[in-house]
């Protein structure tokens, strides 16, 4: 049996001025969606090459459970607070999979 998600890498890289405060937030991020019911994977990293960048990877069982989770209070609050640093995050765009 396929069993599809939809998977974004998020790389983001928040103004040295801003970086602790934005790491926190973005920490407090990971616990909340990851408890979201089609959450399959909402996990943060540090880029070692790559000073100051951050990369989030998600996995969603589908397109709406993101859109979900793109609405939800506490993801509104964080984007609206973190406008700037998140405008010029590079993402690799929506992959769907399906385990094979």
């Known amino acids: 049996m396929n069993k599809e998600q939809n998977l974004m890498v998020v790389r983001i890289h928040p103004p040295a001025d801003s970086r602790d405060e934005f790491k926190a937030a973005l920490r407090a991020l990971v616990e909340p969606s990851s408890q979201e019911p089609e959450c399959l994977r909402y996990e943060l990293y540090r880029d070692i090459d790559h000073e ?11 397109q ?3 859109d979900e989770h793109m609405a939800k209070p506490y ?3 964080f984007a609206a607070r973190y406008a700037d640093a998140i405008k010029d995050a590079v993402t690799s765009g929506l992959t769907r999979l399906a385990t094979l």
Do not use: H, P, Q, V
């Not at 100051?52 to 589908?62: A, C, K, M, Y």
């Open 64 to 66: 709406a459970a993101l």
């Open 52 to 62: 100051g960048d951050f990369i989030l990877i998600e996995s969603w069982r589908r």
């Open 75 to 77: 993801f509104k609050a």
